[in-house]
């Protein structure tokens, strides 16, 4: 069929009832059934992924939402139909949100794929909805477009801003240490997340906005405007007719995410010390459209590329305050030369014709200038070596450069169960210098890669006054959290990886320096433990547990499944 004569609208991927004129009318009688008029029925179809659920708080807001971003494409003259899809709020799944993205992210490729529909616009928010809706899209590869919910506002309580989720693990530490009261967190619990929207802070989500936006897939300037912002549903408004624009020019995700592209984005990424859980979003981003991100070339990139803004958890700031100091756009600037500009995006302008746009307002306090950054290089790298061979994360940004260089005893919790009944231990044989180890806390883990990277300090060590020490896992940690931590370890112990290997007291060796981490015990006694090794209990008998347990990747690989990639590897 000639691009001329290809279907549109309802008129697409018919319904099979061995005849096409039959399964039309049928579809249009039905449609009508819902009263749309003939009319509106002959119009470009754009739908509308939502994700509202009252299991996601931070998508509260998406009804009025997706009502602005029907009245964006009614506007530009299509018919917008909104579909549900699968929503995942973070603090309401178990094991993990990160177990369920990849349902999420097969829901959305193939109720797009499925479903007439000449564009989409992705509505997400919350930290895995953002990754699973590009994921699907791209591999749906039907023109999209993503808006997010947004960031929440800050609070106030007793005088002090607070904002989830920096603050929520600010004031744990504090309980745990026995600095705050019973009654005084109750209270700082309800003061946390005051408003709707996505964590307020550099997290996962303001971190997959910014890449997003970056990428450019989704209209610029609207990663970081405020949930509960009128200019929110202007930016819902712009993207339906955005998305109507996508349709009638057929621009599709794969000519936006490019090489390019995503090297783009682990540059956005860097230099805002965004959230570690976004190189495990992005890689398996860009693996839908066949690129893979090289963990090596993120230490080029890492080196290369200063840090310019200072949220927490690592600086004083929030994302409302990214917003009114420039948002994304301010940061891109400053980027400019170390950027490939050619890239398209979905406005329709390249990223090097957007920034050509006369520069708004940028507040410098909030975002600093390429030749005087906040830091020199970026905030994140790999560590490579004997305990990691396929590589960890370690958000240099968020850690304490004194612990950068050394030797530890480690300390092995085998589970987080183990973790669980011994951290708090008095008798915990443990001081400041040694190295807390989680093992089988990941991809494999029946836990399901949980963000409990972040060990918690023993109390202890917490009451004596140790606020930082060297923690390793194959985990993953909260983008709001801080301390000098190593994650995402590959491959990890429930694979077989050397991390499942260590017992207490062995020494390792840490070396941001020379992006190492090194487990120091001879490879005889090594080959004598793994043979000593149990077979992997974990084996869920059906279900989605199942599917999940055969086919999930390593954090290297982006924890995707390899049977959703665009090039997979098993036959
Ligand atoms: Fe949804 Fe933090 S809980 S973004």
Not at 256 to 263: D, F, L, M, N
Request: with cysteine; aromatic share 4%.
């Amino acid at each position: 069929m000639s691009e001329e004569t290809k279907p549109v609208g309802l008129a697409r991927g018919l319904t099979n009832y061995g005849d096409r004129d039959f399964a039309r009318y049928l579809r249009l009688s039905f449609a009508r059934s819902m009263g749309h008029s003939t009319a509106m029925l002959a119009k470009p179809v754009i739908g509308i992924a939502g994700t509202f659920s009252e299991f996601n708080n931070c998508h509260r807001l998406v009804p009025e939402l997706v009502a602005a971003v029907k009245r964006g494409v009614l506007a530009a003259g299509g018919l917008p139909l909104e579909f549900p899809t699968t929503s995942l709020g973070e603090a309401f799944l178990s094991p993990t949100s990160l177990f369920f993205r990849n349902l999420m992210a097969m829901d959305t490729e193939e109720m797009i794929r499925g479903q007439p529909m000449d564009a989409v616009v992705l509505v997400g928010g919350c930290d895995k909805t953002v990754p699973a809706q590009l994921m699907g899209a791209i591999s749906a590869n039907v023109p999209a477009i993503q808006l997010v919910t947004g960031p929440m506002m800050t609070g106030r309580w007793r005088g002090e801003r607070l904002g989830a989720c920096t603050d929520c693990r600010r004031f744990w530490a504090r309980y745990r240490a026995g600095d705050v009261d019973a009654a005084t967190i109750a209270e700082v619990e309800g003061n946390l997340a005051t408003t709707a929207g996505t964590c307020a802070v550099m997290g996962t989500a303001s971190t997959m906005a910014a890449l997003t936006e970056t990428l450019g897939m989704m209209l610029p300037g609207t990663a970081a405007i405020p949930a509960v912002h009128a200019d929110r549903l202007r930016a819902a408004e712009a993207t339906g007719m955005a998305a109507m624009r996508l349709a009638a020019n057929q621009v599709t995700p794969e000519q936006i995410v490019t090489e390019k592209s995503v090297e783009n984005a682990l540059r956005v990424l860097l230099a805002i010390g965004g959230s570690t859980n976004a190189i495990v979003h992005l890689t398996a981003i860009a693996g839908r459209a066949g690129i893979k991100v090289d963990l090596n070339r993120l230490n080029a990139l890492s080196d290369t590329t200063p840090v310019l803004v200072d949220l927490k958890p690592t600086g004083p700031f929030y994302m409302e305050d990214l917003n009114a100091a420039g948002g994304i756009g301010a940061i891109l600037r400053e980027l400019k030369p170390l950027l490939h500009l050619d890239c398209l995006t979905v406005s329709g302008q390249t990223l090097g014709e957007r920034l050509e746009e006369p520069a708004p307002y940028i507040d410098r306090a909030v975002v600093k200038t390429l030749e005087e950054p906040l830091q020199p290089v970026g905030g994140l790298v790999a560590l490579f070596g004997s305990l990691a061979p396929r590589g960890a994360i370690l958000k240099r940004a968020a850690a304490d450069p004194a612990l950068f260089e050394r030797e530890g005893r480690a300390v092995v919790f085998t589970s987080l169960e183990d973790l669980a009944a011994r951290i708090d231990d008095p008798d915990l044989d443990i001081d400041a210098d040694d190295f807390m180890v989680l093992q089988h806390a990941g991809p494999l883990s029946p836990s399901g890669m949980p963000e409990a990277g972040y060990l918690p300090i023993p109390a202890k060590l917490g009451r004596a006054g140790v606020k930082d020490i060297v923690r390793i896992s194959d985990a993953r940690m909260s983008g709001t959290a801080y301390g000098t931590i190593v994650l995402h370890v590959s491959p990890d112990a429930a694979s077989g990886g050397p991390l499942g290997l260590v017992r207490n007291g062995d020494r390792i060796r840490l070396s941001v320096k020379h992006r190492r981490i090194d487990l120091l015990v001879d490879e005889a006694e090594l080959a004598r433990r793994q043979a000593a090794l149990p077979p992997p209990s974990y084996n869920p008998p059906r279900g989605y547990a199942r599917l999940y347990k055969r086919e999930v990747l390593q954090a290297d690989e982006g924890c995707d499944f390899d049977f959703l990639r665009k090039n997979p590897h098993r036959p």
